[in-house]
Nanobody
């Protein structure tokens, strides 16, 4: 079974930095996209950044552009979110997301979610 596991969240002061990691494991035929979403209570989950693995393009939300960077290590099936100049409004649960063709059913693409990692920006 394919799984996404996030790590790197925590408490940081405004202006600080964190690096989130998300690793995909299990029977995987290919990964089409990997990215990050975030959600705060009372609001919909929103896209933060996404990487289109086949072509290498990235999309980053305007609210974090210039501060956050998404990258990947293809050998480890891992995507990273480098977060710099963090603001209190960045506080949220960050979820890894990936569109994956599993090894047991390569004909279809399945949307997978990680369990989420808490990022809190506070002095």
């Amino acid at each position: 079974q394919v799984q996404l596991v996030e790590s790197g969240g925590g408490l940081v002061q405004p202006g600080g930095s964190l690096r989130l990691s998300c690793s995909a494991s299990g029977s995987i035929f290919s990964i089409n996209t990997m990215g990050w979403y975030r959600q705060v209570p009372g609001k919909e989950r929103e896209l933060v950044a996404i990487l289109f693995t086949n072509i290498g393009n990235t999309n980053i939300a305007d609210s974090v552009k210039g501060r956050f960077t998404i990258s990947r290590d293809s050998a480890k099936n891992t995507v990273y979110l480098q977060m710099n100049s963090l603001k209190p409004e960045d506080t949220a649960v960050y979820y890894c997301n990936a569109h994956i063709r599993p090894g047991g059913d390569w004909r279809t693409t399945i949307n997978y979610w990680g369990q989420g990692t808490q990022v809190t920006v506070s002095s």
